[in-house]
């Protein structure tokens, strides 16, 4: 049995085998875009790793042949002092289940490589903190260390004054490590890997995956594959970042672009929500070609899909790799404006709309909003990352919130949410986040939940050890009634009248449709 597939043109394997991630890289590589080279390994292997404990037979020889071919590709070798190879390991189910699994970034930079890197680069600082992201993540995912606390901060990861960092040479960057992350990573890159690929197949059993899973009703057998490409770092120079793009508007079903970026980092800070982004829009001004790229690659994705798409993309050094691609998670009112313009657009019939959109979203409702011609106590305003009123007692942790909403609707306040905070995103009935973007993890995941959300409310700080949030200059304990707007962005004290929004003349005209015996005409 062959258990690895290269991202090829030309490798046809079903979603199923090559996993979502991997299978939307192979369409990419299909549709001429630009992707990092690499391969997936299937998720046959994991349902064998999951059985019996260990890599199945054959594994160990295919994984050391399809680095050996990545490195001839690359003209690199992993872990290498000279142009060094690096890799990302990631995990990749059938479905989406957006950072349920675990990911590793830049495995292979061993403390040669480091330098070598640093070298090549000119940049002692960025190989650094890709060094130290590298420690961090492998200790997290592989032996369940906490991640290091103000990880991935660009300049400044040891936590050292950045004039320091500049003035450092190559060979001083080893010394910088810390010794307790460095003694758990092994010094053989192949070790690394193998290790890496064997932590990304346990954590389609990590409990926040499972609970992922009964959520949205997907099946528990069906394991992850994993896809390995070469690095391309977002981090690198003024000239690098990282970002996602929706082909169209994910909360209104606007044809427009729609997503965040951030420039000198790495793509794990813009879905974690760690760092506030910039609207995507923003990458136009910044790095033109890649904007214009970008915006090629979402138009021949959506013509291919014939539906709106979500990409993860990096550009290092001014040019743009494209990461992931997929069709994109949209509202309930976004999904009936689409259907009804690809309609307009002449790329689906009416029969195929009225089948893309939920019957339970056909339902004449509007969007409810804040009413601001009233009184109203406003605490902060941040982005509106999923449209929708929500009131309810404020929790400042998953478990609280899990625990609160027995009693009632509650508001999940974090500083960013991430996947062990599921489970209180699931009982909450909105959330707002002090960090993060439209794209970040509260922001997908409440989109996907349909909650309301607001984001990247800059002043709010969330104290879970004191049981309160400070926001406008206040402080509000755990349990104080809250009402936010995820289409103004706005949180304001108390429970507040709301208004609906007009009638959606997009859903008007789907119903109308629903009514015609006549679906094969338009």
Not at 326 to 338: E, F, S, W
Request: charge should be neutral; glycine fraction near 12%.
């Amino acid at each position: 049995m062959t258990w690895i597939h290269p991202i090829s043109a030309h490798t046809r394997q079903p979603v199923d085998v090559l996993g979502g991630k991997g299978h939307g890289l192979m369409v990419l590589r299909r549709l001429g875009l630009p992707v990092p080279p690499g391969f997936v390994i299937g998720t046959a292997a994991c349902r064998a790793f999951l059985r019996d404990g260990r890599f199945p037979d054959g594994l160990h020889a295919e994984l050391a042949a399809a680095v050996t071919e990545l490195e001839a590709a690359t003209g690199r070798r992993l872990g290498g002092p000279e142009r060094p190879l690096t890799v990302s390991v990631r995990s990749g189910g059938a479905v989406s289940m957006p950072g349920m699994m675990d990911t590793i970034l830049n495995l292979g930079l061993t403390p040669e490589a480091a330098e070598g890197l640093a070298a090549e680069s000119g940049d002692p600082r960025f190989a650094l903190d890709a060094r130290q992201r590298f420690l961090s993540g492998f200790t997290s995912v592989v032996h369940g260390r906490p991640p290091r606390s103000g990880q991935g901060a660009p300049g400044n990861p040891a936590r050292l004054a950045p004039n320091d960092l500049t003035r450092l040479p190559p060979d001083d960057l080893t010394r910088l490590a810390p010794d307790d992350l460095t003694r758990l990573v092994p010094e053989d890159p192949m070790r690394q890997l193998e290790a890496a690929v064997g932590a990304v197949f346990a954590s389609w059993e990590a409990p926040r995956a499972r609970t992922y899973r009964v959520l949205n009703g997907i099946p528990h057998d069906h394991g992850t594959a994993v896809t390995v490409q070469a690095m391309v770092y977002g981090n690198r120079d003024a000239r690098s970042g990282s970002g996602v793009a929706f082909s169209r508007d994910p909360n209104t079903g606007e044809n427009i672009p729609f997503g965040d970026v951030l420039f000198g980092h790495q793509g794990d800070d813009v879905v974690s929500g760690r760092a506030t982004t910039r609207p995507l829009s923003d990458l136009a001004g910044h790095e033109p070609a890649a904007w214009a790229g970008l915006l090629a690659a979402l138009g021949r994705i959506e013509a291919h899909h014939r539906a709106p798409c979500y990409v993860e993309f990096t550009f290092e050094a001014g040019e743009l790799w494209l990461l992931q691609a997929r069709p994109a998670t949209l509202t309930g009112r976004a999904a009936v404006r689409v259907a009804v313009d690809l309609v307009d657009e002449n790329v689906i019939d009416r029969r195929e709309a009225l089948r893309r959109v939920d019957p339970r979203r056909l339902k004449p409702s509007r969007t409810p909003r804040i009413d601001t011609t009233a009184p109203i106590d406003l605490l902060i305003r941040g982005l509106g990352a999923c449209p929708g009123v929500a009131t309810g007692r404020l929790a400042v942790t998953a478990d609280a919130a899990a625990r609160m909403a027995a009693g009632g609707p509650v508001i999940l306040a974090r500083p960013e949410t991430s996947p062990l905070d599921l489970h209180g995103l699931a009982a909450a009935a909105g959330v707002v986040t002090a960090r993060g973007g439209p794209a970040s993890h509260a922001a997908v995941v409440a989109r996907a939940m349909g909650k309301p959300a607001v984001v990247g409310a800059s002043g709010l700080t969330v104290d879970a050890v004191a049981g309160h949030v400070r926001a406008g200059g206040r402080t509000l304990p755990e349990g104080a009634i809250v009402t936010i707007d995820g289409t103004s962005g706005e949180v304001v004290a108390g429970d507040v009248p709301t208004l609906t929004d007009a009638p959606d003349p997009h859903l008007s005209r789907l119903l109308g449709w629903a009514e015609d015996r006549g679906l094969g005409d338009r």
